[in-house]
Structures are given as structure tokens and as C-alpha cells.
């Protein structure tokens, strides 16, 4: 239980020191809500930008709505939110009663090779606050990190920084 607690006050401090403008984005493999496995790296060539919450997060579900929003009104393809301490159950029931139709939620893809669960994730992330909101440009290189809550109209400059001019 101690080490629950210390891990919970840990993860809600939002410190992070994750991954930076510059590093190659960790690849990984996850599933989205149907099943059809998400692997980064073969997404190369597009702009992505992954959400790290937890649906126990305030200020993730107070910020979730508002991405989702922005991200329809900008097309945004590749939007992924990952959980690295939901259920897969969990995480997809969260979003499905939210509505929250522009943001992929990925979750846990067993018996692949590569990082395929969300906790895994986030530690080749580096992740150690939630919200986190990681921009990822064509080259599958890190453009931006946001931890915390995210404004909308600095989501919208994060995303003039990866998409194609």
C-alpha cells in the first residue's frame, strides 16, 4: 500500500522530465478500440501527438473535451490518447461514454514485440505527470512536450510546428 501511495503522489506531482524537442520518438505497438494494432513507426511521413492521461486525472478530463475539439476542427488523424495506469476496459469505456470521437484511445496489444502497454509506453517516454502531450513530426522526431494542462490555442501552435507547411 506504502508503495502505492508513493507511486500515486509520484505520478500526480506533474513533474516530468520526458522525452525532449529533438529526441526520436520511442516506437511502440498498441491497440486502438477495435483491436487494429497502432505501431508508430509506421506512421513515419505523418504529423502525431500522443496524450498521456488517466481517468482518474482532473485535469486530464477537464483538457480531454477541448483536445478532442481541437483536434476535429484541425483534422488531426493521428491523435492517440495512452493510459499508463487504466484498464483497457477502463480507458475504452472513459471514452466511449465521453464521446470523444477526434482522440484514439490505444491501449494494452499482447503478444507483440515492441512496447505494447501503455505503462511501457510511458516509461520509454519518460512520463512522470499526467496530462503529458508529446508532438511528433513526419520524421518521427519530437517537436514539442506540454506537460499539463494544454490551451487550446497552444495545442494549435504545437500542431503549426509538425504539420506539413
Same mark, same amino acid.
Given at each position: 500500500?506504502?508503495?502505492?501511495?508513493?507511486?500515486?503522489?509520484?505520478?500526480?506531482? =506533474?513533474?516530468?522530465?520526458?522525452?525532449?524537442?529533438?529526441?526520436? %520518438?520511442?516506437?511502440?505497438?498498441?491497440?486502438? %478500440?477495435?483491436?487494429?494494432?497502432?505501431?508508430?513507426?509506421?506512421?513515419?511521413?505523418?504529423?502525431?501527438?500522443?496524450?498521456?492521461?488517466?481517468?482518474?486525472?482532473?485535469?486530464? /478530463? #477537464?483538457?480531454?473535451?477541448?483536445?478532442?475539439?481541437?483536434?476535429?476542427?484541425? /483534422?488531426?488523424?493521428?491523435?492517440?490518447?495512452?493510459?499508463?495506469?487504466?484498464?483497457? /476496459?477502463?480507458?475504452?469505456?472513459?471514452?466511449?461514454?465521453?464521446?470523444? =470521437?477526434?482522440?484514439?484511445?490505444?491501449?494494452?496489444?499482447?503478444?507483440? /514485440?515492441?512496447?505494447?502497454? =501503455?505503462?511501457?509506453?510511458? #516509461?520509454?517516454?519518460?512520463?512522470?505527470?499526467?496530462?503529458?502531450?508529446?508532438?511528433?513530426?513526419? =520524421?518521427?522526431?519530437?517537436?514539442?512536450?506540454?506537460?499539463?494542462?494544454?490551451?487550446?490555442?497552444?495545442?494549435?501552435?504545437?500542431? #503549426?510546428?509538425?504539420?506539413?507547411?
Amino acid at each position: 500500500m506504502q508503495k502505492r501511495i508513493t507511486l500515486l503522489l509520484f505520478l500526480m506531482s =506533474g513533474l516530468a522530465s520526458a522525452v525532449r524537442p529533438g529526441d526520436v %520518438a520511442p516506437d511502440f505497438t498498441l491497440n486502438d %478500440a477495435t483491436g487494429k494494432r497502432v505501431t508508430l513507426s509506421s506512421l513515419r511521413g505523418q504529423p502525431v501527438v500522443l496524450t498521456f492521461w488517466a481517468t482518474w486525472c482532473l485535469v486530464c /478530463k #477537464k483538457n480531454l473535451p477541448e483536445l478532442n475539439q481541437e483536434a476535429g476542427r484541425a /483534422k488531426m488523424k493521428n491523435m492517440f490518447a495512452v493510459s499508463a495506469t487504466d484498464t483497457p /476496459k477502463a480507458a475504452l469505456a472513459y471514452f466511449k461514454q465521453s464521446r470523444l =470521437g477526434s482522440i484514439t484511445p490505444l491501449v494494452d496489444a499482447p503478444r507483440t /514485440k515492441a512496447t505494447s502497454n =501503455g505503462a511501457a509506453v510511458a #516509461k520509454a517516454y519518460r512520463i512522470i505527470g499526467q496530462p503529458v502531450s508529446v508532438f511528433i513530426d513526419q =520524421g518521427g522526431k519530437v517537436a514539442a512536450v506540454h506537460s499539463g494542462y494544454l490551451p487550446p490555442e497552444q495545442f494549435r501552435a504545437y500542431l #503549426k510546428q509538425i504539420r506539413p507547411r
